[in-house]
């Protein structure tokens, strides 16, 4: 066959699409872990925090967290008795070092650990202009340091104030859930020093997770409802006033 | 060259002949337009290509982001070897813990990040601990703290003695016989 000019324009879009596939070269290889198999969340058993701050140094040591910025810290609430609109909230040094005794032990006073909340329809991932801040298809919101341009338009779009600007590198920086622990099989460093099991990583799309016997046995919430981001942090026993 | 006349027209637009031509006369030397158009062509041609080029080529295999980015997050090296890890080795510490109090008390909450230990155990030994400080992080006494949770004032709990004199950490509990 003579390889004719409407021969040779006809092959061209095909021979484009396989050079395409030539220079992606092959994706990362992740062994024993298929992101189609999870949706990663996490439980908080808020009636047994004990507020030592030990999620908080797991995560600066496994992290790398600059000090004075927090991937998680946990806040101390204290609602007054008459006052209970106005509750007075101290989280001193996002309580690295635990927490001083109580100003005042009457009302009610509790511990509400706090970090990225990996909503399902999160606001920061929606804002970024250049997609360097995603939903990964496991239902982790991650940063792409390499894309970031740190203009902070996610940490502004947070309404979980979970984001802050990395001095060093100046670009966003978040929780990733310890994405690479869970995807080594491993749980988070938050949970795995957690001394009173208060937090504990769940697989939403693995049936056999005790968090789908927690959630349909437990009064548990999520923060901010109302803004319906789908949050994935699902806190049991959560007072009223935590905003 | 590219003028245009009646002949060509279409059908329906024949009535309106008379003012149609008024305006195709406008158009009468429009070579300038389509060398316009050729120019933007050849922008759209090179914007194209550098994109072809610019734009990482895993870039949209998963959503509006780099997918090689969640391979890169993945490969970060772990810090906490995790308790299973531990428990492989020290099964003697695990005997001691699992009857007490702090049975659910991973390795790491107290003894620190120990993956290197875990890596090569001669490399890192973990350092020897201060109970004096790791015990009242977690069981002093505040009011924030849940009410079932074990909690005391340590300035008056045991008149300046260390914990481990009378509480073996592994397991708190003060049996008869004292500190097991």
Same mark, same amino acid.
């Given at each position: 066959?003579?390889?004719?000019?409407?021969?040779?324009?006809?092959?061209?879009?095909?021979?484009?699409?396989?050079?395409?596939?030539?220079?992606?070269?092959?994706?990362?290889?992740?062994?024993?872990?298929?992101?189609?198999?999870?949706w990663w969340g996490m439980l908080i058993d808020l009636t047994k925090c004990?507020?030592?701050?030990?999620?908080?140094?797991?995560? @600066?040591?496994? =992290?790398?967290?600059?000090?004075?910025?927090?991937?998680?810290?946990?806040?101390?609430?204290?609602?007054?008795?008459?006052?209970?609109?106005?509750? @007075?909230?101290?989280?001193?040094?996002?309580?690295?070092?635990?927490?001083?005794?109580?100003?005042?032990?009457?009302?009610?006073?509790f511990?509400v650990p706090?970090?990225?909340?990996?909503?399902?329809?999160?606001?920061?991932? @929606?804002?970024?202009?250049?997609?360097?801040?995603?939903?990964?298809?496991?239902?982790?919101?991650?940063?792409?340091?390499?894309? &970031?341009?740190?203009?902070?338009? &996610?940490? @502004?779009?947070?309404?979980?104030?979970?984001?802050?600007? =990395?001095?060093?590198? =100046?670009?966003?920086?978040? &929780?990733?859930? &310890?994405?690479?622990?869970?995807?080594?099989?491993?749980?988070?460093?938050?949970c795995?020093?957690c001394?009173t099991g208060a937090r504990q990583l769940a697989d939403l799309k693995n049936p056999n997770d005790p968090i789908h016997e927690f959630l349909k046995t437990h009064p548990v919430q999520v923060l901010?409802p109302?803004?319906?981001?789908h949050s994935k942090v699902f806190y049991n026993g959560l007072d009223g006033?935590v905003? | 060259?590219?003028?245009?006349?009646?002949?060509?027209?279409?059908?329906?637009?024949?009535?309106?002949?008379?003012?149609?031509?008024?305006?195709?006369?406008?158009?009468?030397?429009?070579?300038?337009?389509?060398?316009?158009?050729?120019?933007?062509?050849?922008?759209?041609?090179?914007?194209?290509?550098?994109?072809?080029?610019?734009?990482?080529?895993?870039?949209?295999?998963?959503?509006?982001?780099?997918? *090689?980015?969640?391979?890169?997050?993945?490969?970060?090296?772990?810090?906490?070897?995790?308790?299973?890890?531990?428990?492989?080795?020290?099964?003697?510490?695990?005997?001691?813990?699992?009857?007490?109090?702090?049975?659910h008390?991973?390795?790491?909450?107290?003894?620190?990040?120990?993956?290197?230990?875990?890596?090569? /155990?001669?490399?890192?030994? /973990? /350092?020897?601990?201060?109970?004096?400080?790791?015990?009242?992080?977690?069981?002093?006494? *505040?009011?924030?703290?849940p009410k079932s949770? !074990?909690?005391?004032?340590?300035?008056?709990?045991?008149?300046?003695? /260390?914990?481990?004199?009378?509480?073996? !950490?592994?397991?708190?509990?003060?049996?008869?016989?004292?500190?097991?």
């Open positions: 066959m003579k390889l004719t000019r409407r021969h040779l324009l006809l092959l061209l879009p095909a021979a484009g699409t396989a050079w395409k596939f030539v220079l992606a070269g092959t994706p990362e290889a992740a062994p024993n872990y298929n992101r189609s198999e999870h004990i507020g030592c701050g030990n999620c908080v140094r797991a995560c @600066q040591t496994e =992290n790398d967290v600059p000090d004075g910025y927090f991937r998680t810290w946990v806040e101390r609430y204290h609602v007054s008795d008459y006052d209970i609109e106005n509750p @007075q909230v101290d989280s001193p040094d996002g309580s690295k070092h635990g927490f001083p005794p109580a100003k005042d032990p009457s009302g009610k006073n511990f706090k970090l990225c909340n990996h909503c399902a329809d999160s606001p920061c991932t @929606q804002v970024c202009p250049v997609g360097a801040t995603f939903i990964s298809p496991d239902g982790v919101v991650l940063i792409d340091k390499t894309y &970031c341009l740190g203009c902070r338009y &996610c940490v @502004q779009a947070c309404p979980y104030g979970c984001r802050f600007i =990395n001095p060093k590198t =100046n670009t966003a920086e978040k &929780c990733t859930l &310890c994405y690479h622990r869970i995807t080594k099989g491993l749980t988070t460093a938050c795995e020093n001394p901010k109302y803004m319906a981001t006033s905003r | 060259m590219f003028g245009f006349n009646g002949r060509q027209l279409p059908a329906g637009w024949q009535m309106k002949k008379g003012r149609l031509l008024t305006a195709m006369n406008a158009f009468k030397d429009s070579e300038h337009l389509f060398r316009l158009l050729g120019v933007f062509a050849a922008g759209i041609l090179l914007f194209l290509v550098l994109r072809e080029f610019l734009v990482p080529r895993s870039f949209g295999e998963y959503g509006h982001y780099r997918g *090689n980015a969640l391979g890169e997050i993945a490969a970060r090296p772990v810090n906490y070897a995790g308790h299973d890890t531990c428990e492989g080795c020290h099964t003697d510490v695990l005997d001691k813990k699992k009857d007490g109090k702090h049975a008390v991973n390795c790491e909450a107290c003894h620190g990040a120990l993956a290197k230990h875990a890596d090569d /155990p001669a490399a890192l030994t /973990p /350092p020897k601990l201060d109970t004096a400080v790791l015990c009242v992080r977690c069981h002093e006494a *505040n009011a924030a703290k949770f !074990p909690q005391i004032v340590s300035a008056d709990h045991a008149g300046g003695l /260390p914990c481990e004199t009378c509480h073996q !950490p592994h397991s708190p509990a003060i049996t008869a016989g004292g500190a097991k």
